[in-house]
């Protein structure tokens, strides 16, 4: 895994005011590109308290053995350390293979500016930096976690979503989040922003795994330990102000916000090796170890934070989790939704 960025490297959003005193600065410099390394993150000589706050938001905290996000601390709730890193990576590697593609929007050939939401290790920012040369790709997270050698036309900052954004309205022709629903707060208020930043006629589209076990045999019963697990989550994630279940609503709310055009596309993750199809068999055996390696750091934020559960009893819980989900003869799976919803143009016709 690269290395962390050096200080001189990194660029972390500044404080509330300091945030309104450069907006006209950044906004010019989100224009031009001046003030982006070759590393792939912003640097800027005229905000001399870069170096410091990048310093600052490398210096992680950890709770319950697990490392978190310094910048905006307990806004998000899931570790940022190593191993939950090459665990994002491998879902990224089983979206790409199951999917096929890195997006569903039908944006132009030739893209010019395109935000990552939550860009986490930075992968699928990447991916589509090799894919689209002519776009400029901009990845924003809590976490200062993405490597430095990047391609040419990929840049992340540090920064958090859920406040005010600097970079002009009508700039992007796309804007991607996957895997944000247990981390965002107030959607509608998200889908209204990129709503505002977005070109006429860009994209924007979410990918979302509804983290709930279906099953549409019945051999999944309501107290199987795997379906308890999920409901404490989801409402551990509840008492700290998050909806899971948003993955349902996201159509209604790109609609409710002014999108036009919003396409929902359902795929059916299996968990385990119980499809007969070989491709499904395959795509549910590491779906399966993916949830198993998360048990721990996906339960632990949410129960012990949202529950005030202790440690001790998380792990405990654990302990029949993961055994459960060994199950094979539970036909259980988690659907995937791709929304995508495009911003209203004059004289645009409806329908894709």
């Not at 570790?79 to 491998?90: A, F, G, K, M, T």
């Not at 090796?273 to 499904?280: A, D, G, H, Y």
Request: some cysteine.
């Amino acid at each position: 895994m690269a290395a962390p960025p050096t200080d001189s490297t990194i660029s972390v959003v500044l404080s509330e005011e300091e945030h309104a005193a450069q907006h006209e600065e950044t906004l010019a410099d989100v224009d031009s590109g001046v003030g982006m390394s070759d590393a792939g993150y912003e640097t800027d000589s005229a905000r001399t308290t870069s170096t410091s706050l990048a310093s600052s938001a490398r210096e992680y905290p950890f709770e319950n053995g697990r490392r978190y996000h310094r910048f905006h601390e307990g806004s998000y709730h899931f570790p940022n350390d190593d191993s939950e890193q090459d665990r994002e990576d491998l879902t990224h590697a089983l979206m790409i293979d199951f999917c096929g593609r890195l997006h569903f929007a039908p944006i132009e050939r030739n893209p010019q500016n395109i935000l990552d939401v939550g860009t986490g290790t930075g992968i699928w920012a990447i991916g589509m930096g090799d894919q689209y040369p002519s776009a400029n790709i901009l990845g924003v997270d809590l976490s200062p976690i993405q490597p430095v050698w990047v391609p040419p036309n990929v840049r992340f900052i540090v920064d958090d979503v859920e406040r005010p954004w600097l970079y002009p309205q009508n700039h992007f022709d796309y804007i991607h989040s996957r895997h944000m629903v247990m981390a965002i707060r107030d959607w509608p208020k998200l889908m209204r922003r990129a709503l505002n930043h977005l070109k006429p006629g860009g994209w924007i589209e979410t990918q979302e795994i509804h983290h709930r076990p279906y099953c549409r045999d019945g051999s999944m019963l309501l107290d199987h330990p795997v379906a308890q697990y999920w409901g404490l989550v989801s409402d551990g994630l509840d008492g700290l102000g998050v909806d899971s279940d948003a993955t349902l609503l996201l159509a209604d709310m790109m609609r409710d916000a002014g999108f036009v055009n919003v396409t929902t596309r359902i795929f059916y993750v299996p968990i385990g090796k119980w499809p007969k199809n070989k491709t499904l068999k395959l795509v549910g055996s590491y779906w399966r170890a993916i949830l198993l390696d998360g048990a721990q750091p996906i339960a632990l934020g949410p129960m012990t934070r949202g529950l005030k559960w202790s440690r001790e009893q998380v792990e405990m819980q654990l302990v029949e989790v993961r055994r459960a989900y060994m199950d094979e003869w539970v036909h259980s799976y988690m659907p995937l939704y791709i929304v995508c919803g495009q911003k209203p143009e004059e004289g645009m016709i409806l329908g894709i």
